[in-house]
């Protein structure tokens, strides 16, 4: 599948429409557990080949540079096992994809370059993903497809059945991240199908060192600069679900909210046209059924379970350490430090914006960052030294 399957190719071309329809009928439908054999026997105006909408980590793009002709070879295999009058390969843009251009013009087939898919114009046409194009050029060619997934970065090919942990460090995980959905490091041990990877082909460890809310609301506003604002829901929903991921981090959400994010999620999954969506819907419900207790500790604990985000910090100076430099009050860009020369620094916690960068600049080490109650500090300036507990 990352090799360019040229042989294929021939197949595709040769090969009576009933054998080719028997040959590629077991070919996975990538993202769903169906195979292609479920929607060969339907009539469609064109075969179309494209990335999903949600692909908001690029790699499957990769099987262009390293699979051109296998491409090319599944669309026209598939035109022709469907008597599709017509074929179509949609690119998210011209540069970089040259070898690919070229294989499509050699087989004459038209190509289109859009950065966002419209499937509603679709509706009539059979539009699959590339990555089951390049497994019905592999079975054409007589390999078993694999599936592929792009780990750390880099497309590499899952048997099916072969755990997804073999492609996986197991240590220091929260969290496992397969497209937009979020799972528990048990997935690890689960057979690789192509239904992990509806939302999309990237595995992505999550460490425990990370907050998993951090994590969701980045990949939800990765998916909402996707997204075309056609769909009311769709746009409606990715703004909630950013806007509720936001107000955790920031201390400033409640539980109805979760409730409500439930609501949103469970129905945009079914409700949305297009993969952005739905990618977006999977990554809210996954968050909130499998960390739902990181969640209630963000907004009834006041605490951030990784002490990543920065609402729930607070920053205090340390009185036994404090030499009274004043070089912490020079760095405060909101001016809530007070102190003098020889006087231990006193931090305004209402005015602290928490921005950190006065415990950058303490050459003692005395400002302190904790999630916790604040211990006993000087109420009034004091000399060093002078303090005592």
Sequence with gaps: MLGDNTAALESALSLPA???????????????????GSVLGGRCRAVVGALPNAD??????TLASLNP??????????????????????????????????????ADIPVEVRDFLDVRAHKD?????????????????????????????RLVEIAPGKAIGSNLPAENLKAVRIGSTFYTPAVLGEPARPGLFAT?????????????????????MKL?????????????????????FRGVTEAKSALSELALAGEIG??????????????????????????GEELKSHIQGKKCPSGRCQAFARYYVNP???????????????????????????????????????????PEGAIARTQNRIPNLPRRLTKVGRFRR
Excluded at 18 to 36: C, D, F, H, P, V
Excluded at 270 to 278: E, F, I, P
Aim: aromatic content about 4%; some cysteine.
């Design 56 to 61: 908001a980590d690029g790699a499957p793009a």
């Design 125 to 153: 046409d059979l539009v699959l993903h590339w990555a089951t194009l390049a497994a019905v050029s592999d079975i054409l060619a007589g390999n078993p497809p694999e599936i592929p997934a792009a780990v750390g970065g």
């Design 266 to 291: 469970a129905a945009l999954i079914d409700a949305a046209v297009c993969s952005v969506g739905k990618a977006a819907s999977s990554c809210m419900l996954s968050v909130l059924e499998g960390f």
């Design 69 to 106: 002709h296998g491409l090319i070879a599944g669309l026209l295999a598939v035109k022709r096992a469907c008597g599709a009058p017509e074929a179509l390969l949609v690119l998210p843009r011209e540069e970089g994809f040259a070898p690919l251009l070229q294989a499509a013009a050699q």
């Design 200 to 220: 999309g082909s990237a595995i992505e460890p999550v460490s425990n060192d990370a907050c998993i809310v951090q994590a969701a609301f980045e990949q939800v």
């Design 320 to 362: 036994m350490k404090c030499r009274g430099c004043g070089v912490c009050i020079e760095a405060c860009p909101e001016n809530c430090i007070e102190g003098a020369p020889g006087y231990i620094s006193m931090i305004d916690d209402a005015a602290c914006t928490k921005c950190g960068k006065c415990a950058e600049v303490c």
């Design 18 to 36: 009933e054998t080719l329809r028997e040959k590629i009928s077991s070919a996975y439908l990538y993202g769903a557990e169906a195979t292609l």
């Design 224 to 244: 909402r600069q996707k997204c075309c604002g056609k769909c009311v829901l769709c746009r409606e929903g990715l703004f909630q679900f950013g806007e509720i």
